[in-house]
């Protein structure tokens, strides 16, 4: 069963003074079975980003549908769309978005305080998925007292206390180091594991090669995409690395026939 389905997307993009059009998106088509890994790569410029806001309801797109549990975003009001995203979407971000002046604790159930639930509900939803990520002897501290991968994974937490159809990730070990990437990308397989829906954009081959597919955009469209299958995790990334080398040679090759 498709959690999400973007139906020929297209996006143009206006200049400050309405005199140019830039296409962001040309026409991207795809779907995202539920309890899907999938991991979205491409150069800077790519589109990736564009279509990260465009399934967080926060752009809409000049053409096309997305459809998030058959809701289809692009109809929704400004209203409808704040709280359609505090409800459906969890939101992991490259530079934690953590509020200093809050504890951990406080930072994971606030997505719960702005929805008006109890403390004891909040509690409840709060310490399994603590646990799971091993931060609930750190709960009382704040965020200048952990590191930096304490923070994304109490991010993850955060994300994770409304149980959201899809987890977006942009980025999510662009500010961890080796060590810390790799502990967080095991707790987020573990966790799509348990059927949550995971959808990131990376530039990291090896965070790409935990994901069950990677796609690459390229000039705003999906250019290609791999399968895990039955690929061991290396193997994986032996073809994801394959695939960035041809992308790369392309763009090389169209950057020598304008010179």
Known sequence: MSVLEVNHVKKVYKTRFGGNEVTALKDVHFSVESGEFVAIMGESGSGKTTLLNILAALDKPTNGKVLIDGKDLTELKDSERALFRRSNLGFIFQDFNLLDNFSLEDNIILPLVLAGKKYDYMQEKMMPIAKTLEIEELLKKYPYEVSGGQKQRVAVARALITEPSILLADEPTGALDSKASTNLLKQLRNI?????????????????????????????????????????RSEMLDKICDSVTVLMRGEKENESQVD
């Open 192 to 232: 799509n594991k348990t059927g949550q829906t995971i959808l990131m954009v990376t530039h990291s081959n090896v965070a790409a090669s935990y994901a069950d597919r990677v796609m690459f955009i390229k000039d705003g469209e999906v250019f290609h995409q791999i399968y895990k299958g039955g690929l061991s």
